[in-house]
């Protein structure tokens, strides 16, 4: 089983592999009350293990009858920071996307989900917890195997981030004296790094800024925090239209013809989803009368001109397409700091400094995008591949989804990236892994259960 919290839903899923990349899926998806994104720990959870119950209930009602031997194991997609110390255990470093629940920061999010189920007597134990781009990354793996596994999972949603595979003698892990933590398995030979991306350069070096970036920061719940995904991410793309639309209508007239309701979403905070960008990108029609229909039933203004949906159509384009280029960083940065493209690319560098040199490898990135190096040839000689195989980037997420045009500018600005362009960009492959985090958050489950049992525990316990 899994269930998935991090962003707009929380779902509720169960997995049956079928062997060949292919699964069977039943999930259940109950929207978040926004009261409970904002309240305490204990609304939140047991909220979460009151849906696993429903669930439960309705799907695997023979688990309520059978013993505890038999408890479904369950992976936990949590996608927020967490330091994690154990396959089931994670303590919160902070919220992302609009949760702000004080007292669950520095809690083990397992221990929290696992009391409230066993309030509620499920016959059900968390066996795993997982950050969605894992799944993401677990989930496109099993999807679409070829001679390697995926080498990144990233989610552009309500928020992003990207996980993805590294080598484990660029890593080293420390051991706090006195206990276990920090001691894994080297057998595979590697090992899964979450980046947490969305929190690239929140000193603010390199990104790109404006009057509305500044004020949506300044009035979120984290300012300061989370800079990258505050211009990338489904979060957010909204608000920052719907920041520069209210500019535009208080100093420059726009609207003055138009009929604005007076509790029109535009003078909402976080009032305007970014579903209205996709739909207004979206529009190709000669009197863009998509974009006057959002117009008037998204952002609460109607009878707009051919002009003023034009110029809708202009601010939109230009905050899709700058989130869509971002995005297209931290994968071009991974891609060269793995030395997936070049073999010369990969070093024995100790971590703390592999760590820089993935930092490095972005804000090169950022520089050779936003000071407009010559974009690479479309026709320039594939570079030193490892082996003809792609490198498969698994995606997930509404905005990579839905946004009408997301992976050709992703794409774009990929080969501007002068060493990805020069080296062969049309090697990597990118794929959606739909509702990824559950499939692969199930898949861990399962794998964690199997280690655990090969290590000696006791059906019984499990
Ligand atoms: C969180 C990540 C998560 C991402 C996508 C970010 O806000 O910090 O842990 O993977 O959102 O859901």
């Not at 990579?400 to 990236?417: D, H, I, N, S």
Request: charged share 25%; hydrophobic share 40%.
């Amino acid at each position: 089983m899994a269930v998935d919290l991090g962003g707009t839903n929380f779902r509720v899923c169960s997995v049956t592999l079928l062997g060949n990349s292919n699964f069977k899926i039943a999930q259940e998806k109950t929207q978040i009350p926004r009261d409970l994104m904002v309240g305490t720990s204990k609304k939140l959870f047991s909220f979460m293990a009151q849906q696993i119950k429903n669930f439960v209930e309705t799907h695997h009602s023979d688990h309520f009858t059978e013993s505890s031997e038999h408890r479904l194991q369950l992976g936990f997609t949590f996608s927020f920071p967490v330091d994690q110390k154990a396959v089931n255990k994670g303590y919160l470093i902070r919220w992302t996307k609009g949760f702000d629940i004080k007292d669950a920061v520095g809690q083990d999010v397992c221990e929290l989900l696992q009391n409230e189920i066993d309030a509620l007597e499920i016959p059900v134990r968390v066996a795993a917890l997982v950050n969605d781009t894992v799944g993401t990354l677990m989930a496109r793996s099993y999807e679409s195997p070829g001679k390697h596994g995926a080498l990144i999972g990233a989610i552009f949603g309500t928020g992003t981030n990207g996980a993805y595979v590294e080598n484990l003698d660029k890593l080293t892990k420390m051991t706090a004296p006195g206990n276990t933590f920090g001691e894994y398995d080297k057998s595979t030979g590697e090992m899964v790094v979450n980046t947490e991306w969305g929190n690239f350069d929140k000193g603010m070096n390199v990104l790109p800024d404006t009057e509305f970036d500044r004020q949506l920061d300044r009035d979120s719940v984290n300012p300061g925090i989370q800079m990258f995904e505050k211009r990338v991410s489904g979060m957010f793309l909204g608000e920052i239209l719907r920041l520069t639309v209210l500019k535009l209508k208080n100093e420059a007239g726009m609207f003055s013809t138009s009929n604005v309701k007076e509790n029109a979403p535009l003078f909402e905070q976080w009032g305007v989803d970014t579903s209205v960008l996709s739909d207004i990108e979206g529009d190709k029609s000669e009197d863009l009368s998509q974009v006057r229909q959002v117009a008037e039933e998204k952002l609460g203004v109607s009878e707009i001109t051919l002009d003023e949906a034009r110029a809708l159509k202009i601010l939109v384009h230009a905050i899709g397409k700058r989130s869509a280029r971002l995005s297209a960083v931290p994968i071009a940065a991974i891609i060269l700091a793995t030395g997936k493209l070049s073999p010369a690319e990969t070093t024995t560098k100790p971590t703390h400094q592999r760590r820089q040199s993935l930092i490095e490898k972005a804000t090169t990135a950022f520089q050779s995008l936003i000071l407009g190096n010559p974009p690479a040839a479309d026709t320039a000689p594939a570079g030193p591949a490892t082996d003809d195989e792609p490198i498969d980037v698994g995606v997930d997420g509404s905005v990579v989804e839905f946004y009408p045009g997301f992976e050709e500018y992703l794409r774009e600005a990929l080969r501007e990236v002068n060493e990805v362009g020069n080296l062969g960009e049309k090697r990597v492959r990118i794929g959606i892994a739909k509702d990824g985090s559950g499939v692969g958050a199930a898949l861990i489950a399962l794998v964690a259960t199997k280690a655990a049992l090969m290590a000696g525990m006791k059906k019984g316990d499990l």
